[in-house]
């Protein structure tokens, strides 16, 4: 999809295209198509990240806690979202020995336990071994620290879901 | 549920409970779960209109236009969320003759024309004249004044959502 199709979507197709480039958050999509149109991707982008700092701490927590576990429940029973699956899938999450699973499972609920909303990571820049040590680091941090992190993770992950979605004219087009 | 149930959840229970209390917003749930305990339903219903009310204009559009049409596509295509299928029904609006459901169509893409939002009211408190009414009367609305009429519409279907998952002790314990 190119930016002149994304600028020509009714908000409900808008909706359904970019949904979930914030994990279980429509809303988000919907709210941002206020500022169409966009003049590219990044343009885009940027205006998911500026809706996202607009909102109150308690909105910003909702938002990571919309996000499942990493190599958990939702994983186990099917009940991932198309993109969190493949993502996970990527990052070797589907394949972790008995002992990866359960220090995964140790730390994740260490986790929960102390911030109140689950630990968020982009999968695709990360592997196994270093979502495990990055959770393990980062259950050291001050909650308003952490969760400033786990919203730029969700950027993360929200920039690269947007990139599956939106060609890029330079890597598309002859110039 | 009785509250200290409720008050017992982790987030993922409370957004398992709660999470379409606003239509496809789960994340409005999620956040507010940040304010727990809450004393009683007119609590926890009080603390998502505040937060409803504390997002910026834009959230505020997006939470209206997770909402579906009524008597409109997902209905008929069998994908609406159960909550609003029940409202639905319960209004009259799975039932319109040909003439209420050509009209309903059509007030309801100029409303969409207009406002960029969806014709959001609370069914189970209006019957199908009564929603055509309002419908027709609300277009000519200035659009700030019907997003915050759409926002209390809103708040109005979760109050009655709310009620249907929390016992009042009122009702269900002899004084």
């Not at 140790?106 to 968020?120: D, W």
Request: with cysteine; charged share 25%; glycine share 6%.
């Amino acid at each position: 999809m190119d930016m002149r199709q994304v600028n020509s979507l009714s908000y409900e197709e808008f909706v359904e295209t970019f949904g979930n480039v914030v994990e279980r958050c429509p809303v988000v999509a919907a709210a941002v198509w206020s500022g169409r149109p966009f003049a590219n991707s990044h343009d885009l982008e940027a205006s998911i990240g500026e809706f996202i700092d607009s909102l109150p701490v308690a909105g910003q927590e909702g938002i990571v806690r919309c996000h499942p576990d990493l190599a958990g429940r939702d994983l186990k029973r099917g009940a991932l979202t198309a993109e969190s699956r493949g993502e996970q899938t990527q990052a070797g999450l589907t394949l972790l020995d008995a002992g990866d699973a359960a220090r995964m499972n140790r730390l994740n609920a260490q986790y929960k336990e102390r911030f109140g909303f689950p630990f968020v990571i982009c999968a695709r820049m990360n592997n196994k071994e270093e979502i495990l040590l990055r959770l393990a680091e980062r259950l050291g941090n001050e909650p308003a620290q952490e969760r400033q992190c786990a919203i730029e993770e969700v950027k993360k992950i929200c920039q690269l879901r947007l990139q599956d979605i939106i060609q890029c004219p330079a890597t598309h087009t002859k110039l």
